[in-house]
Structures are given as structure tokens and as C-alpha cells.
């Protein structure tokens, strides 16, 4: 979603933004804009479209100063236009924000009755002119953010810039993370730290109700009670690694070839860090597992495997309809939170309103200081290092790493698993990255199948068992990055409504492992072949006449975590054979902080 940076230092600060807004560029966007201190007066630049445009913009027309802020905007209130990027600005203050301002409207009214013009159809334009407001006043820069920030509902991450205080920047946090940097002669802010891995040598992450005063050489935190703290100075561990492509086209294909190392460390970093923790499940009336997006669909696989090799109840949601629907929770339950970014703002809902309900909070996140992690009862952490492509890959398999793990001690606890059947398990997972290393060195199949794919307007994913999310999962792959309208189904409902979607030629990829259900979706397939599907098998055996791509068994357990890889690639290459922006597709973002 948006991203912000803002830089104070003794020299010139545009290229700073324009590194660091780089950086998030992967968050999502469809406008960006700096606000810089020149000749004493704000001076903007702001442009719909990707950063080239604002910088083409600011080749035209040059910035220099000492401080400023810029932004990356995904359009919420208002279209992608320039009236609506940010920064928001008044004459004195601009501003940049992440979240949602939920009493927009009446600040707005109100200011609108005292004289104020508002020039956008945004929630955050209110902000700079409270600020104003505050000023004129008679108030102190720090007592005016102060002051408008208790005016805010809603949730915010925000950095501010002052024509009459050129030697700080504001900035402050409640909902949407916050980090903030020194280095040697300078001060940064930024939503995620990776905005800061070229800059700063240190980060602090603002916690909740915090705002801090940039200077150039030092930064003061006050916490919400206006008290001041000190907060935890962590050393950047961001590596520049992380951002380059290493060689590779797109940074989704670098993160899709990631996946046997990630898979492995997060084996590595949890086996232990599980048997440790004080996490029980043998008592457990319920397991309520949470998610959005990709996370839902390692949520749904889970489900099977806790029910199969646990004996334990659950139930899944996707957490924008879960916070909402008042739902019973048992005594004695958990519940169990999964998110990449660890700040989807339903996801991060979904538990608040679950630890009302007195369940046990569980969390896997991958970003480890984030706000889904910190409330959770029990965090655990998956391993997969920055994820920079918009469509969540070595996320997805790291995550369903952790669960399996997560799923063998629960079935331990339960004594359903005998010793000798959780090793043997064990070992599947323990030869996963050495089969995702072969099921990668060769994509052949995945590239020839997506150019058959090239022209499709339309396209089923079937599976049965723990093939079914992944089946979702191929689809909602498919559909994010090449846009071809994409759908998954349990291969044994399709004749309840979606085989009326097969004319002929119509692509059914059928995730076939040679499992317990095999002959079953074998039925399913030769239905839709019958009806003129063009039939793609994903398994070990290929059959004669159906497009194939090969895949060879680790095993009923694991198989769906090396499944999702043919998943990733198949939409990968769809999307190189149509041209479509791979690592940035239209509409997404990759961390969700608004409803
Ligand atoms: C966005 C991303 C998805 C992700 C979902 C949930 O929609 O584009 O890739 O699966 O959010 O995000 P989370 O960070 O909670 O896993």
C-alpha cells in the first residue's frame, strides 16, 4: 500500500526520497510526490502514474533542500490523479500519511466553515490544514501535530513538513507501521525500513500512539501520553540483497527460486523455537485460523492437515468477513493469525476481536516486528527474508512449512501421531527444499503450458484434498500478475455450477498428485474433457492427450507446499508471454492497511 519517506540532513534530501521511495515501490501504488523546503517556501511535485513520471517532473523543474517528504499513494479516497497524490500541503505544512482518516468529513466541514479550501477529494488533506489551524493559534509546530493528531479517528502513519521549522520533521503512528533512522548527518522516516537499507545505520520502529521530532543530528519520542521515551534502537538488517534481483528478470522469479533455502531456514529457525514455546494444543476445544489473500489459502490447507494428523477442529476465514460476523468462539480455543506483512489491517482486526473472546492468540508472521506479531500471545516466524513481488511466493511455502511443523506438535500433543508416524512425516518436510531444487532447474513445461495460456480469457484450477488451495492459490497467482480471469474449485464441485463456464479449448489445469484421491479427480477431469476443456495435469504421471507438467510426489503431506511452486511459475511465465508488469501488477498492493 502507500509508502513514505521523508529525510532531514545538512545537504539536499530529493535523492534520498527518490531512493527510498524506490524502495517501496513493491508496497503498490498509482501516484507518488516529494515536498521539499526550497527557498524557504514548500515546494511540491507531485504526478499520477509510476515514480519515472515524478521524476521526469523533477528533471523539468529541479527541488533542492535540506528537508522533505515523499510518498507513494494507492488511491483509496479519491482517483489516482495529482489533485489526490500526496504530499497535502498548505502553505505552512505538508504532509504525507498512510491509513485512513475515518472523521474526515466533519474536520473537514469544520475547517471549510473557519475559511480553509480543500483542493482534494482525499481524507489526509485535512491533516496539514488541522495542523494550520493549530498554528495559527498561537501553537508550538510540536503542541500542533500534537494537537491535530488527537482530532485524528482512524489509522495513520504520518510525516510532516513545516515552512517555519526547516530543522525537523514530525512524524507519528497509530495503525500503520512507522520507522524511523539515523545516520551520520541525518534523520529519515519511512513505513517499512527497507526504504532506509541504503541510508541509515540505525532504525527505530515507533510503537503505538508515538511522535517523534527529526532533527538533523538527534530525535526525541514521546509515547501517547505525551511522555518522553526512549525506544529500542535496532541495527539495520535490511541487507541491499534483499533489493537487488540477483540476476533475475523479476523479483518474483528471484523469490520463486528462493524457496528451497527459505523453506529450509524456516524449518531450522521454528523446529526448536516450537518444542520450546509453552504452546499446547492437547487440550484445545478449537482452532480458528484467520488470514487474507495468499495467507487464507495457507490457512486452508492447514485446516486439513490439523484435522487429519491432530484430530483437532477447525474452522477458517478470511478475516474481513470473520471481524464482522460476530462469530461464537468456544472456551478454551485459539485462534490463529497468519500474515506476510504482519499489519492487514482485517487481519490484525480479526485477532483484536478474537483475544476479546478469550482465545489463545497464535501468529505467523513474516516480518517480525510487526503489529500482528507483537499482539499475538505466541509468535512464530517464517523465514522467507523480504518479499518484494506484489504475488506472495516464498511467503506462501514458508508459511505452509510453519504450519506443517506447527501441525506435527499439535498432533504430538494429542497423542494422534505416534512417534514413529511424526518422524516419517518429518523427513518429507526435511527433503522438501532438496525437491523444490528439482522441481526448479526445470520449468520447461510451466513456459510451454503459458503459451498456451497467452490467449486465454478464461481459466479453471481443480483439486481435491489439500490440492484445492493450492488450486485457489494457482488461480488467484494466475489472475494477479497475467489478468486472465482465473478461478479454483474442488475438483468434485465443478458439476454443481462451474463446469457451465467450459466451452471448448477452455484451460482446466488439475493438480493430479498420485495420492488417495487420484482416480477421483481423474473422473472430474475426463467430465471436463468431454465437454471441450483443454486438460493440464500437474502431477508425476502424464496422460495421453492432456498438456502436462510434471511434478514428481514427495508425499500426501508435503505435496501441496512443492505444488504451489508449478502454481507460481506457471503464472509467472503467463505473465512474461503478455507482457504484463510482473512485480508491480495493476490494483495490488502487498501489505493491505486499510479495510
Ligand atoms: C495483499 C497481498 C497478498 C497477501 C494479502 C495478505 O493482498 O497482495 O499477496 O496475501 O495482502 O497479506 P498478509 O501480509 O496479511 O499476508
Not at 223 to 248: F, L
Request: net charge negative; aromatic share 6%; proline share 4%.
Amino acid at each position: 500500500m502507500c509508502g513514505i519517506v521523508g529525510a532531514i540532513n545538512g545537504g539536499t534530501v530529493i535523492n534520498d526520497l527518490l531512493s527510498g521511495l524506490h524502495r517501496v515501490e513493491y508496497r503498490g501504488y498509482d501516484s507518488a510526490g516529494v515536498a521539499i523546503l526550497h527557498n524557504q517556501e514548500i515546494a511540491r511535485r507531485r504526478a499520477e502514474g509510476k515514480l519515472n513520471q515524478l521524476e521526469e517532473l523533477l528533471f523539468k523543474a529541479p527541488l533542492d533542500g535540506a528537508a522533505g517528504i515523499g510518498h507513494t499513494r494507492w488511491a483509496t479516497h479519491g482517483m489516482p490523479c495529482v489533485a489526490n497524490a500526496h504530499p497535502h500541503a498548505t502553505a505552512q505544512v505538508a504532509v504525507v500519511h498512510n491509513g485512513i482518516i475515518e472523521n474526515f468529513k466533519d474536520i473537514r466541514e469544520q475547517l471549510t466553515a473557519d475559511g480553509h479550501v480543500f483542493e482534494s477529494e482525499t481524507d489526509t488533506e485535512v491533516i496539514p490544514h488541522l495542523i494550520t489551524h493549530y498554528l495559527a493559534k498561537g501553537m508550538s509546530p510540536e503542541a500542533a501535530v500534537q494537537e491535530a493528531i488527537e482530532k485524528l479517528r482512524g489509522a495513520y502513519a504520518l510525516g510532516v513538513l513545516m515552512r517555519d521549522d526547516p530543522d525537523h520533521l514530525y512524524a507519528a503512528r497509530k495503525g500503520s507501521p512507522l520507522v524511523l533512522g539515523k545516520a551520520e548527518h541525518g534523520a529519515y522516516l519511512a513505513s517499512d525500513s527497507i526504504a532506509l537499507s541504503e541510508k541509515a545505520s540505525e532504525l527505530i520502529f515507533l510503537q503505538e500512539g508515538d511522535m517523534a521530532v527529526l532533527g538533523r543530528d538527534q530525535i526525541e519520542i514521546t509515547d501517547i501520553c505525551h511522555r518522553k521515551v526512549k525506544r529500542k534502537v535496532a541495527t539495520r538488517t535490511t541487507t541491499n540483497a534483499a533489493c537487488d534481483k540477483n540476476g533475475y528478470a523479476h523479483y518474483m522469479l528471484k523469490e520463486i527460486h528462493e524457496q528451497p533455502d527459505a523453506v529450509e531456514k524456516t524449518v531450522q529457525a521454528n523446529a526448536n523455537a516450537l518444542y520450546d514455546s509453552a504452546l499446547d494444543f492437547s487440550d484445545l476445544s478449537r482452532l480458528t485460523i484467520v488470514a487474507c489473500g495468499t495467507s487464507f489459502y495457507a490457512a486452508s490447507v492447514a485446516k486439513y492437515w490439523f484435522e487429519k494428523y491432530a484430530d483437532l477442529p477447525v474452522e477458517t476465514d478470511i478475516a474481513s468477513e470473520f471481524r464482522y460476523r460476530s462469530p461464537y468462539m468456544p472456551q478454551n480455543g485459539a485462534a490463529l493469525f497468519i500474515s506476510q506483512s504482519g499489519e492487514t489491517a482485517d487481519t490484525l482486526a480479526a485477532l483484536r476481536y478474537a483475544k476479546d473472546q478469550e482465545q489463545k492468540i497464535i501468529s505467523l508472521v513474516n516480518v517480525a516486528d510487526s503489529s500482528i506479531a507483537r499482539e499475538a500471545d505466541y509468535v512464530f516466524h517464517t523465514m522467507a527474508g523480504t518479499e518484494i513481488g506484489v504475488a506472495s511466493t516464498k511467503a506462501f511455502t514458508t508459511q505452509l512449512t510453519l504450519l506443517a511443523l506447527i501441525a506435527l506438535q499439535a498432533g504430538q500433543q494429542r497423542g494422534v501421531l505416534s512417534h514413529d508416524k511424526a518422524m516419517k512425516l518429518t523427513q518429507e518436510l526435511d527433503e522438501l527444499p532438496q525437491a523444490m531444487k528439482r522441481l526448479l532447474t526445470c520449468d520447461s513445461d510451466t513456459r510451454h503450458v503459458a503459451q498456451e495460456l497467452e490467449r486465454a480469457s478464461n481459466a479453471l484450477f481443480i483439486g481435491r484434498n489439500t490440492s484445492f488451495p493450492i488450486a485457489m492459490e494457482g488461480a488467484l497467482k494466475l489472475k494477479e500478475i497475467s489478468y486472465i480471469h482465473a478461478e479454483g474449485f474442488g475438483a468434485g464441485e465443478l458439476k454443481h455450477g462451474p463446469i457451465a463456464l467450459v466451452e471448448q479449448d477452455t484451460p482446466v489445469i488439475s493438480l493430479l498428485p498420485k495420492d488417495s484421491l487420484y482416480e477421483k479427480t481423474l473422473s472430474n477431469i475426463y467430465e471436463v474433457e468431454a465437454r471441450g476443456a483443454q486438460i493440464i495435469t500437474v502431477g508425476p504421471e502424464p496422460i495421453d492427450g492432456f498438456l502436462h507438467i510434471d511434478v514428481d510426489d514427495i508425499g500426501e503431506f508435503c505435496n501441496p507446499i512443492l505444488y504451489a511452486l508449478p502454481m507460481q511459475l506457471l503464472a509467472y511465465h503467463t505473465a512474461v508471454v503478455r507482457g504484463t508488469n510482473v512485480d508491480q501488477p495493476r490494483n495490488l498492493a502487498k501489505s493491505v492497511t486499510v479495510e
